[in-house]
């Protein structure tokens, strides 16, 4: 069964965690986007039944946010911990996931996402250096600890295999590494660069990456590098 | 069997989108942090396993996140559909709500949780202006459609029947027109409105807004009432 994402085609963006599963899947999907344009992603949205993209489709079920897409995906996909105590648990940490991922978007657009950053630049230096003082680490000790503890081994997230949590984390270090260099070269977290590197490692994801599928970090996207907003630390 | 929250005791907060569901099921639950104090509260979190509050266990399992913890408690509370895709449908709408929730609480904490209000008072003004402008009708006008376009009818958001995701949407109302009486003036949300009055009128939910139970709203929690930004519409 064919899937349809919409999203938009220039960015990586929050639509990337949902690439990132199908691709580890070898999953069939259109990325309707890139195919048919930015204006078929806005389309969609002005029928009213999701708020924002990612929007994920089969001929089936209509299904948006990421950790939602996720946790609708995992299972049929093969990326999901077998039993449902751990599944409940995947989901819960891919919904920290998401409040990492505002939070780092939120650097760059602190007054919300109608404020152009260039009109509030000063204003999002003070937020940053807030971010990479506090926030950034105490999330990546977090997802640090999750690793150390997960009863299973510390290979992945939760259980003894690669879920979809497993990926986006990947989407996330590579993402903080490309906006804050010299911040993210202060931070220790060796279990974090083990799991990015056992995922980029996988045979599909590997060969995703070398695609043109894949869409490189740009300064329109949720990580973004402004060398301004890395120097606080 | 009992339930135990953990929630900071003095705010709503995102622990009462939890309190209302326990309440309206009639659910027997421990609301540890107004029992036990705060510090009962912190060191939960100190413990690692979940990123932040609120937190609720029962003796089985330990879960995290409003939607995460209402998509586990609907079930067993009878607050939820019955079909599995129209759970999927309240789960996902209860992640706009939680969208929704972090912008309103970003107006007043536009630099992250730990810049304080107080020191930047200017830039959430400008930030606020955004929000009342842009953000606030576009969620509200998404609700109200999806009231109106629900298949079974328009008493509920999904289903034909009261939800978590209703008694979610209740509070976010009584809070936006705590936090913004002149902008929410400005709105028209015909079918929100008869939502929240008619999870008002629910007997459980009544006799739990009339008890010393529900914590009133007041400026430390998400929906702060800032005389100063409720007047940029």
């Known amino acids: 069964m064919t899937f ?10 929050r639509g990337e965690f949902v690439r990132l599963a199908l691709e580890a899947a070898g ?61 409940r648990r995947m989901e819960q940490l891919q919904l920290t996931v998401t409040d990492f991922v505002a939070e780092i978007h939120d650097v760059h ?11 509030i630049v000063d204003v999002a230096q003070s937020g940053a250096r807030a971010f990479l003082h506090d926030r ?18 510390s290979d992945w997230l939760v259980g003894d295999g690669c879920t ?6 990947f989407q996330v270090m590579r993402g903080l590494r490309y906006a ?8 220790t977290t060796p279990w974090l660069n083990e799991l990015a590197l056992r995922v980029a490692q996988r045979r599909r994801i590997r060969s995703y990456l070398d695609s043109d599928r894949r869409i490189a970090f740009n300064n329109d996207g949720i990580f973004r590098h402004y060398p301004e907003l890395d120097e606080q630390v």
């Open 4 to 13: 349809r994402l919409y999203y938009w085609p220039t960015i990586p963006g």
């Open 27 to 87: 999953a069939d999907y259109v990325d309707v986007g890139r195919t048919q344009g930015a204006s078929a992603v806005a389309e969609m949205i002005n029928r009213g039944m999701h708020f924002a993209p990612p929007i994920l489709e089969n001929d089936y079920e209509s299904v948006s946010h990421v950790a939602h897409i996720l946790a609708w995906l995992s299972y049929p996909l093969d990326l999901a911990p077998p039993n449902e105590r751990d599944f």
């Open 109 to 119: 657009h602190p007054l919300g996402p109608t404020v152009y950053y260039e009109d």
């Open 136 to 153: 950034l680490p105490a999330f990546l000790a977090y997802f640090e600890r999750t690793l150390q503890e997960n009863p299973y081994g």
């Open 164 to 169: 979809t949590l497993d990926l986006s984390l």
């Open 180 to 187: 804050f260099p010299n911040a993210m070269r202060l931070m």
